[in-house]
C-alpha cells in the first residue's frame, strides 16, 4: 500500500490500514486462491480526500490529463480516508469492487466475452432501470454505468453484500441468474 504524504501522522490513517488488512483478509477467503496472486499484486493509493469513493485507473493517459501521478496507472486508488472508513456499512465491498475492475482489465483486457454477454443480456431487460438502493430509495443501478461496472457490482453481490438490490447472491440468482454465472465462470468459483 501506497500512502500519500497529505496522510502522514493523520489520526485515521491507522484505522484505515486496519480496515484496508481486514478487508484483504475477507478477500482471500472468498476468492479461489489461484486467483488471489493476482489480485495482491495490485498497487492500493491510499489518498486524504482528492475525490470521492475509490477507483481503479486502467488509462495512464487520464491521469495525466487530470493531473495526477501516471505511477498509478494499473492501481486502485481509494481516494478519500474518510469515505473509505465511513462508507464501510453501506458499501462493504469496495475494495472488491476495485479489485474486480483490476482483474477484468489485466487478465481480460476488459474483453471477456461471457461479461458482455450477461451485460447486454441485463440491459435488454431492463430489469437493472429501477432497483433499490441501500438507502432505501429505487434508483437506475450503478451496473448499467458499462459492462465494467456491472462485472464489479455483480461481484460485490455474489461475494458479500452490494448497495444496490440484487444486495446479496441469493437475490443475484434470483434476479440476474445470467449474471450469478457469470460471477462464478469468470472468478472461477469452486463448488
Same mark, same amino acid.
Given at each position: 500500500? #501506497? ?11 491507522? $484505522? /484505515? ?6 478487508? +484483504?483478509?475477507?478477500? =482471500? ?12 499484486? $495490485? ?44 462508507? =464501510? ?5 469496495? $475494495?472488491?469492487?476495485?479489485? /474486480?475492475?483490476? +482483474?477484468? #482489465? ?16 441485463? $440491459? ?16 437506475? #443501478? ?14 460485490? /453481490? ?5 448497495? +444496490? ?27
Amino acid at each position: 500500500m #501506497h500512502v500519500e504524504k497529505s496522510l502522514q501522522g493523520h489520526k485515521r490513517l491507522p $484505522v /484505515a490500514i486496519k480496515l484496508l488488512d481486514t478487508k +484483504f483478509g475477507e478477500i =482471500e477467503k472468498l476468492i479461489n486462491p489461484e486467483l488471489l496472486p493476482q489480485l495482491k499484486s $495490485v498497487p492500493i493509493w491510499l489518498n486524504k480526500d482528492i475525490r470521492t469513493g475509490a477507483c481503479y485507473h486502467p488509462n495512464p493517459k487520464w491521469l495525466e490529463a487530470n493531473d495526477r501521478m501516471p505511477e498509478k496507472c494499473r492501481c486502485i486508488e481509494l481516494q478519500n480516508i474518510h469515505h473509505f472508513i465511513d462508507w =464501510e456499512k453501506t458499501q462493504p465491498m469496495m $475494495v472488491l469492487h476495485e479489485l /474486480a475492475h483490476a +482483474f477484468h #482489465h489485466q487478465v481480460h483486457g476488459f474483453k471477456n466475452p461471457v461479461i458482455t454477454a450477461a451485460y447486454k443480456n441485463i $440491459v435488454a431487460s431492463g430489469k437493472y432501470e429501477k432497483v433499490k438502493h441501500v438507502n432505501g430509495k429505487l434508483q437506475r #443501478h450503478y451496473a448499467l454505468s458499462n459492462e465494467k461496472e456491472y462485472f464489479s457490482e455483480c461481484t460485490e /453481490a455474489y461475494f458479500g453484500r452490494n448497495d +444496490f438490490y440484487p444486495f446479496t447472491r441469493e437475490e443475484l440468482k434470483a434476479f440476474d441468474p445470467q449474471g450469478y454465472a457469470m460471477v462464478e465462470t469468470v472468478w472461477k468459483v469452486k463448488k
